[in-house]
T-cell receptor, first 114, second 116 residues
Framework: AQSVTQLGSHVSVSEGALVLLRCNYS??????LFWYVQYPNQGLQLLLK??????LVKGINGFEAEFKKSETSFHLTKPSAHMSDAAEYFC????????????FGRGTSLIVHP | DVKVTQSSRYLVKRTGEKVFLECVQD?????MFWYRQDPGLGLRLIYF???????EKGDIPEGYSVSREKKERFSLILESASTNQTSMYLC???????????????FGDGTRLSIL
């Protein structure tokens, strides 16, 4: 069975600082990987996804993530945080050739200080 | 753009009432999902449907049922609402079959349900 671990339920950064949100997964084969963002009182929206090919994936709003098979990780980064990035971020995995039901991490709340 | 619409953003009901949460998607997705979201617990899957009239239990189906009579519509039913069902409810949809490979879910804006 696959699982997803997001390290840190809360991450606090200053505006302009690097954002790093960690995601590790366990799966028998490299899965499909997703990052979603949830702004207050809204549903989740896709930031980026990795399915195949280039391991560095660029998403919306300046975010990117790198799939590292050897580390079973898919960490999300952004070079310079903006106040509008304050939100909840979820990492999710779907098994290749398996169920269409993804497994979600518990989420990381990003707090951006002025 | 895919649109997943949940019928209510906020809902207040009383203990023991039968509650219906409606979800409609406009992209011909085969799969539809109901989650509840609680602080510190992330998203928990209640029910999943992969076709009309088909449903599968998720991780926390107790106290809930679902209905999918049309492909675009997936309803969540709280048979007899209780206070521990106060939560944010999220509906999602996705492609299935060959088109579903590596495809993400699309979410509605959620229904914040309070049971008094």
């Amino acid at each position: 069975a696959q699982s997803v671990t997001q390290l840190g339920s809360h991450v606090s950064v200053s505006e302009g600082a690097l954002v790093l949100l960690r995601c590790n997964y366990s799966s028998s084969v490299p899965p499909y990987l997703f990052w979603y963002v949830q702004y207050p009182n809204q549903g989740l929206q896709l930031l980026l996804k990795y399915t195949t090919g280039a391991t560095l994936v660029k998403g919306i709003n300046g975010f990117e993530a790198e799939f590292k098979k050897s580390e079973t990780s898919f960490h999300l980064t952004k070079p310079s945080a903006h106040m509008s990035d304050a939100a909840e971020y979820f990492c999710a995995v779907s098994e290749r050739g398996g169920s269409y039901i993804p497994t979600f991490g518990r989420g990381t709340s990003l707090i951006v200080h002025p | 753009d895919v649109k997943v619409t949940q019928s209510s953003r906020y809902l207040v009901k009383r203990t023991g009432e039968k509650v219906f949460l409606e979800c409609v998607q406009d992209m011909d997705h085969e799969n539809m999902f109901w989650y509840r979201q609680d602080p510190g617990l992330g998203l928990r899957l209640i029910y999943f449907s992969y076709d009309v009239k088909m449903k599968e239990k998720g991780d926390i189906p107790e106290g809930y049922s679902v209905s999918r009579e049309k492909k675009e519509r997936f309803s969540l039913i709280l048979e007899s609402a209780s206070t521990n069902q106060t939560s944010m409810y999220l509906c999602a949809s996705s492609f299935s079959g060959g088109r579903g490979i590596g495809q993400p879910q699309h979410f509605g804006d959620g229904t914040r349900l309070s049971i008094l």
